[in-house]
């Protein structure tokens, strides 16, 4: 653990306070925590030097919408190795919403999630990446040794 001396001015100092008591931070250092590690994860996931990643894919249909919710399910079948698991709820007669967790390649994982997103009655589709060190599932690893 390092300790880290960083000097704000007053007007920046109080924007920093006034978002931490927003956000429920408890105190500064674990908001500059969640701040650096969302910008590092940023940064990786733009340079592509993380190579694997988890993400939240949440999205919402309609599910009388034709064929929309079966192609919706094929595309998960089709790529199992990604689609860990997917929870959906019933939002209005007409509405769905979904959320797939996915874990693997992040190259994978982004061209799933357009492909996704950009299906015709897919609406207000959103993906979140979270960079990690390897794709490889726990049971994998131990058995492998
Ligand atoms: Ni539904």
Request: aromatic fraction near 4%; include cysteine; glycine fraction near 6%.
């Amino acid at each position: 653990m390092q300790r880290l001396t960083i000097s704000l001015d007053d007007e920046l100092a109080d924007a920093f306070d006034e978002l931490i008591r927003q956000r429920g931070y408890a105190n500064r250092s674990e908001a500059v925590r969640d701040l650096l590690r969302r910008e590092l994860g940023e940064r990786d996931l733009g340079t592509g030097a993380a190579k694997h990643c988890v993400a939240v894919l949440s999205y919402v249909f309609d599910h009388h919408e034709r064929q929309l919710s079966s192609r919706l399910t094929d595309m998960q079948h089709d790529h199992h190795d990604l689609a860990i698991a997917t929870m959906h709820a019933h939002i209005s007669h007409e509405d769905c919403v979904e959320t797939v967790i996915l874990r693997g390649a992040t190259e994978q994982i982004k061209a799933f999630a357009q492909g996704v997103i950009a299906e015709t009655g897919v609406r207000h589709g959103q993906v979140q990446l979270i960079p990690i060190e390897e794709a490889m599932p726990a049971a994998q690893k131990w058995r492998r040794r």
